[in-house]
């Protein structure tokens, strides 16, 4: 097998390095772990490419390359120019903070998994759920590094993959604790974080020019029962399955009798 990882946390995030002995465990022994993945961190930046410029490529090592780019343009690399030969599969994270609920939206994580399936491959965001029972850890990522692998063998087995225009990918949380307290995993709805929305926080610099910081909300709230936050908060790794079609389904007859 060959599996194509990357990120939006930067080529030397430790994320990164969990992942890659994931992918390396999925790939076995006859298998290739592929790494391409931004130069600097790239959170936030949801599905950007850069059709405005060009992005630079750098080979640091035998299948391990950083792009002065986003996650979306790292898969595109991969893909298009650095792999020889399409990948089988492709892996984004782990994520450092959880892409849960409304922050999926804004996810370089899952702009990549997004790409990814808009390639039509398989594709499959990870990302680490920080919280007060890990944050003290000597490794946050404990729960992720545990259950990684066994997540991602389990959704290339028994996961629903199709052929659709807007294929299907996955994106997948582990919770905020100890690898030895992950309760098993739920098949989860993305959550909505009522008191979620991001704000800013203005700042004047030394110089008298005016910034600001762009802040959340506290990611430890209730979003209810079978909503991925949620599974994540009660030591449930989450699993979501997700496309990139945006359009409201279940409205379109309704409107179409309205304004037709």
Same mark, same amino acid.
């Given at each position: 097998?060959?599996?194509? +990882?990357?990120?939006?946390?930067?080529?030397?995030?430790?994320?990164?390095?969990?992942?890659?002995?994931?992918?390396?465990?999925? %790939?076995?022994? *006859?298998?290739?772990?592929?790494?391409? %993945?931004?130069?600097?961190?790239?959170?936030?930046?949801?599905?950007?490419?850069?059709?405005?410029?060009?992005?630079?490529?750098?080979?640091?090592?035998?299948?391990?390359?950083?792009?002065?780019?986003?996650?979306?343009?790292?898969?595109? %690399?991969?893909?298009?120019?650095?792999?020889?030969?399409?990948?089988?599969?492709?892996?984004?994270?782990?994520?450092?903070?959880?892409?849960?609920?409304?922050?999926?939206?804004?996810?370089?994580?899952?702009?990549?998994? +997004?790409?990814?399936?808009?390639?039509?491959?398989?594709?499959?965001?990870?990302?680490?759920?920080?919280?007060?029972?890990?944050?003290?850890?000597?490794?946050?990522?404990?729960?992720?590094?545990?259950?990684?692998?066994?997540?991602?063998?389990?959704?290339?087995?028994? *996961?629903?993959?199709?052929?659709?225009?807007?294929?299907?990918?996955?994106?997948?949380?582990?919770?905020?604790?100890?690898?030895?307290?992950?309760? *098993?995993?739920?098949?989860?709805?993305?959550?909505?974080?009522?008191?979620?929305?991001?704000?800013?926080?203005?700042?004047?610099?030394?110089?008298?020019?005016?910034? +600001?910081?762009?802040?959340?909300?506290?990611?430890?709230?209730?979003?209810?029962?079978?909503?991925?936050?949620?599974?994540?908060?009660?030591?449930?790794?989450?699993?979501?399955?997700?496309?990139?079609?945006?359009?409201?389904?279940?409205?379109?007859?309704?409107?179409?009798?309205?304004?037709?």
């Amino acid at each position: 097998m060959r599996i194509l +990882i990357t990120n939006d946390d930067g080529i030397n995030a430790p994320g990164l390095k969990v992942l890659e002995r994931i992918a390396h465990d999925i %790939a076995g022994d *006859g298998g290739e772990v592929w790494t391409v %993945a931004p130069a600097f961190e790239q959170s936030g930046v949801a599905h950007a490419t850069s059709h405005a410029h060009p992005t630079m490529i750098v080979e640091l090592a035998e299948r391990r390359y950083a792009a002065e780019g986003s996650p979306s343009d790292c898969v595109l %690399a991969g893909v298009h120019d650095i792999l020889p030969d399409k990948p089988d599969l492709i892996l984004s994270g782990v994520n450092r903070g959880n892409n849960s609920a409304e922050n999926a939206v804004y996810s370089g994580t899952l702009g990549a998994a +997004i790409e990814g399936a808009l390639q039509g491959l398989p594709s499959i965001a990870l990302s680490q759920y920080i919280g007060p029972e890990n944050i003290h850890l000597d490794d946050r990522f404990e729960a992720a590094a545990q259950h990684g692998a066994d997540v991602v063998r389990k959704l290339l087995e028994h *996961g629903a993959w199709d052929e659709a225009d807007y294929r299907l990918f996955y994106n997948v949380n582990f919770p905020p604790v100890r690898g030895a307290d992950v309760r *098993g995993l739920r098949v989860t709805s993305q959550g909505f974080r009522q008191a979620g929305a991001h704000g800013v926080e203005p700042y004047i610099a030394p110089n008298g020019r005016r910034f +600001i910081w762009i802040k959340g909300s506290s990611q430890q709230t209730d979003t209810g029962e079978g909503t991925d936050a949620q599974a994540n908060i009660d030591g449930y790794i989450s699993i979501t399955p997700m496309r990139a079609d945006f359009t409201a389904h279940e409205v379109i007859e309704d409107l179409r009798t309205r304004l037709e």
